[in-house]
């Protein structure tokens, strides 16, 4: 069974560039045919998708990311990496990984990592 776990700074200050990994165990990421997120989950509010991978490694980014996020991959150590450039406080949140058969995760279908919490402050 794939499991996935993210890892990231926890603490980042405003205008620094994220950088989150997702460690894939159990399959794949160049396993046909499945997509591999990124998607978080801002305080009190619902989950939100960023970006994905294919398994090929075609990007695909929500509009509302394509600026300042990029997405990429390291196929021998079955992983792959979000950045997140000039980030603010309102960038504070929970992190996940995902994989799906859909470009866009969906909770409760594919698989999840437990996500990672980043703050963004001074």
């Known amino acids: 069974q794939v499991q996935l776990q993210e890892s990231g700074p926890g603490l980042v200050k405003p205008s620094q560039t994220l950088s989150l990994t997702c460690a894939v165990s159990g399959g794949s990421i160049t396993e046909n045919r499945f997509y591999w997120s990124w998607v978080r989950q801002l305080p009190g509010k619902g989950e939100e998708w960023m970006s994905a991978?294919?398994?090929?490694?075609?990007?695909y980014y929500s509009p509302s990311f394509k600026r300042r996020a990029s997405i990429s991959w390291d196929t021998s150590k079955n992983k792959f990496t979000l950045e997140l450039r000039s980030v603010t406080p309102e960038d504070t949140a929970v992190y996940y990984c995902?994989?799906?058969?859909?470009?866009?995760?969906?909770?409760?279908?594919?698989?999840w990592g437990q996500g990672t919490q980043v703050t963004v402050s001074s």
């Open positions: 991978l294919d398994w090929r490694g075609n990007p």
């Open positions: 995902a994989r799906d058969r859909e470009v866009v995760a969906r909770r409760g279908v594919g698989s």
